[in-house]
């Protein structure tokens, strides 16, 4: 089935720093999707890309849909102690037959104050 | 606006027992989502919902696993038997008819099956 290769599994910085993630797939996508989980919660939605080679930015947050539509990243600028948590990429066919939303495996980012 | 509402927040049962779980949606969201996220890996779809129909339960292990929304608004998730792979984080979303603006997630429920 459909899968999400999401990279580094991992990450510890220094507050401060600048942080980048990614997540690749064989198949293609037509909706691409950042969610950022904290503990005991839920994935809570960070930035919707709609449109191949699309770039959009929230706060200090940019993420962009990759041009071949199998991928996307994002990047943090400048983290902050709060930035911690688990970051996951999703992807979604709309209208085609693959309707859901699959997830990466996560990117969890720890930062050094 | 009230977000997806979840219960309870912890479970622990022990194998072959019964459990179920509530979900009460965003008012006004149509379509109604039941994820599986076992510790270290990314929600996995279970079944998904649009009103009061099923539109995609292929993941869900029918053997073990029912969910309803009868009225097409709150859904009840069931497991009977609990298996000790079932422990895991079960996660209710819904969205708006268009999906492509992101789902919106409760806060889960946590099932530790022993």
Known sequence: ?113 | EAGVAQSPRYKIIEKRQSVAFWCNPISGHATLYWYQQILGQGPKLLIQFQNNGVVDDSQLPKDRFSAERLKGVDSTLKIQPAKLEDSAVYLCASSSRDPRSGYTFGSGTRLTVV
């Open chain 1, 1 to 113: 089935g459909q899968q999400l290769n999401q990279s580094p599994q991992s990450m510890f910085i220094q507050e401060g720093e600048d942080v980048s993630m990614n997540c690749t797939s064989s198949s293609i996508f037509n909706t691409w999707l950042w969610y950022k989980q904290d503990p005991g919660e839920g994935p809570v939605l960070l930035i919707a890309l709609y449109k191949a080679g699309e770039l959009t930015s929230n706060g200090r947050l940019t993420a962009q849909f990759g041009i071949t539509r199998k991928d996307s990243f994002l990047n943090i600028s400048a983290s902050i102690p709060s930035d911690v948590g688990i970051y996951f990429c999703a992807a979604l066919n709309y209208g085609g037959s693959q309707g859901n939303l699959i997830f990466g495996k996560g990117t969890k980012l720890s930062v050094k104050p």
